[in-house]
Nanobody, 117 residues
């Protein structure tokens, strides 16, 4: 059974930092492309950042230079370090493990990040 469990969300003030974690089980983590997506209230889910099995990263323009995605294959975990948070970063953040639409495309249940002054 495949499981992706996000953690680390919470309430933070603008300018603050949070580190999200997504721990997986039931997949060969090291070969999956991992990603973080987010969905703000009333909005569609959008890509935040991805990291390939080889460690190549990609970021949404809105989070470049503020967020960093990383992975620890030994721990089957992907991280999202979020710095200089802004009110528009408020969203539910979802973890994704992707190996192809017909091979493996899995989602966690999300963790809520709320910016509040």
């Amino acid at each position: 059974q495949v499981q992706l469990v996000e953690s680390g969300g919470g309430l933070v003030q603008p300018g603050g930092s949070l580190r999200l974690s997504c721990t997986t089980s039931g997949i060969l983590f090291s070969i999956y492309k991992m990603g973080w997506y987010r969905q703000a209230p009333g909005e569609q889910r959008e890509l935040v950042a991805t990291i390939t099995s080889g460690g190549s990263t990609n970021y949404a323009e809105s989070v470049k230079d503020r967020f960093t995605i990383s992975r620890d294959n030994a721990k089957n975990t992907v991280y999202l370090q979020m710095n200089s948070l802004k009110p528009e970063d408020t969203a539910v953040y979802y973890c994704n493990a992707y190996l192809g639409s017909k091979i493996g495309d899995y989602w966690g249940k999300g963790t809520l990040v709320t910016l509040s002054s």
